[in-house]
């Protein structure tokens, strides 16, 4: 019997071929692949500036370094989110803050963040769900309003729109972040992105990539450097953003065979599922649904080859957040959302026989 993940990578020969190149080029890191691979991101998002990073975790914390996020300071992110959204707040030191979400796209309230602003609040860590891209608009009049700082963790959204702009644009934000991990829409192994238009916030997440290093002016013909913050060593290899580069050309190809699947299933399946809202055209990451008996419906697709995924465990119920006080039952509709929702298979390369074998095993499991 055929098995079907969730996600899986899509890598061709013309991948591997970009990928040996490198290999065999003089630079194996720090070198020029790493600059062309940020200028295409610049050249599809439209955002001026792009800094890669070794993930999309160590592209928060740089993100959050960046926005002088510190101890003292909140910042609102979802609960349903993969931990890297809420644990860049904790990495600084600041407080993390959640609001809950819109239970038809699953993405965060605008409504919900302005209940949670207080004196403190410094930044918003909107998350792009499933690809679909939060209200931007919305989230930026906030932002302007109290003066906060906009990352938009974008994880899963690359190639995805929002009104005219692509997500990435930084049109309304300060700087958004995307991971290049294999279950992504486009894939360096691992790997990160973090694209900004401010100038200040480029050279800042340039420096905390590279160990808070400066070389400038002068110091450029000779041994020297200055260390001016503490900064961490969060590099791309040349060699993965070879391969960068060749999934981005792909990347308009596999949007569009995502949402030819998305409408397969919600044509063919009967089963309730997120709302595409007018703002957005999304490059779906996920295509979670809503069953009645989550954990019965999880082992049957199992026994039929199907191995599905629950995106995500409210954050603010892991262990670790109980110490800043959360508990269950204090964002009821992203707890109501996890309880019953299972994401299906969801990758450019499923076939359409494959989908008519997905939905004919998913249509007899009843639970
Ligand atoms: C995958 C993911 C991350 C972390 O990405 P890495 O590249 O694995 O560090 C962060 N946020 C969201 C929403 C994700 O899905």
Known sequence: ???????????????????????????LTCGPTVKAFEQAICDYTGAKYCVAVSNATAGLHIAALAAGLTKGDEAITTPI????????????????????????????????IQKHITEK?????????????????????????????????????????YKATKVGSCAYSDMTVF????????????????????????????AFRAHGMHKEGAMQNTWEYEMRELGY???????????????????????????????YYNQNLGLPHLIERDFSNACFHLYPVLVQNRRDFYFKAREKGLNLQVHYIPVHTQPYYAQ?????????KAE?????????????T???EDLAEIVKRLKEINV
């Open 1 to 27: 019997m055929k098995t079907y993940g969730y996600g899986h990578q899509t890598i061709n020969r013309d991948d591997i071929e970009a990928v040996s190149q490198a290999l065999t080029s003089d630079f």
């Open 81 to 112: 989110t993969f931990l890297s959204s809420a644990n860049c707040i904790c990495f600084v030191g600041a407080t993390p803050v959640f609001a809950d979400i819109d239970s038809e796209t699953a993405n965060i309230d605008p409504q919900e």
């Open 121 to 161: 609040t410094k930044a918003l860590i909107p998350v792009h769900f499933a690809g679909q891209s939060c209200d931007m608009e919305a989230i930026s009049d906030i932002a302007k309003k109290y003066n906060l700082i906009v990352i938009e963790d974008a994880a899963h959204a690359i190639g995805s729109e």
């Open 179 to 206: 991971s290049f991990h294999p279950v992504k829409t486009i894939t360096t192994g691992e790997g990160g992105a973090v694209t900004t238009n401010n100038k200040e916030l480029y050279d800042k997440l340039c």
């Open 233 to 263: 060593n969060y590099r791309m290899t040349d060699f993965q953003a070879a391969l960068g580069i060749s999934q981005l050309k792909k990347l308009d190809a596999f949007k569009q065979r995502r949402r030819e699947i998305v409408d």
């Open 324 to 332: 800043f006080g959360y508990k269950k039952g204090d964002y009821p």
């Open 336 to 348: 109501n959302y996890y309880e019953h929702c299972i994401s299906l298979p969801l990758y450019p």
């Open 350 to 352: 499923l076939t359409d």
